[in-house]
């Protein structure tokens, strides 16, 4: 019998509610409409206002991404020129002193008299 006595307890209580509902309903909806609208309208304008700063943000960080790629490509571009003149430059003193060795050896294989010797 107390599980009877609970329902049907229960079932009285959710009548109450429902008709309380409906009575206080086109009392209570437009004083919540009165204050959720405004809310709503502060949430969006929020949102907006956060999207567009976040936006700039992002332009701004974005520059900044781009300056920073363009300085080391720069400091790459020197690089490779001073390493390529240093190349250059060893290249050239390698062919000096290979130029200066060739000319050696050529003028060891010359014959150190020219007197004719007679046969």
Do not use: C, W
């Not at 909806?29 to 949430?43: D, E, F, T």
């Not at 700039?56 to 781009?66: N, Q, R, Y």
């Not at 300085?71 to 050239?92: D, H, N």
């Not at 390698?94 to 010797?117: C, D, I, L, R």
């Amino acid at each position: 019998m107390g599980l009877t006595d609970d329902v049907k307890k229960n079932a009285v209580y959710g009548i109450f509610i429902g008709i309380g509902a409906a009575v206080l309903a086109p009392v209570v909806l437009p004083i919540l409409a009165s204050i959720a609208r405004p809310l709503s309208k502060g949430a969006i304008k929020g949102g907006i206002l956060l999207y567009e700063k976040g936006k700039e943000t992002m332009a701004e960080a974005g520059e900044k991404i781009e300056d920073l790629l363009a300085e080391v490509k720069a400091e790459l571009s020197e690089e490779q020129q001073t390493a390529m003149a240093s190349a250059a430059a060893g290249a050239a003193a390698a062919e000096t002193v290979q130029s200066a060795a060739a000319s050696e050896t050529t003028e060891a294989m010359k014959p150190h008299s020219t007197k004719k010797v007679p046969a």
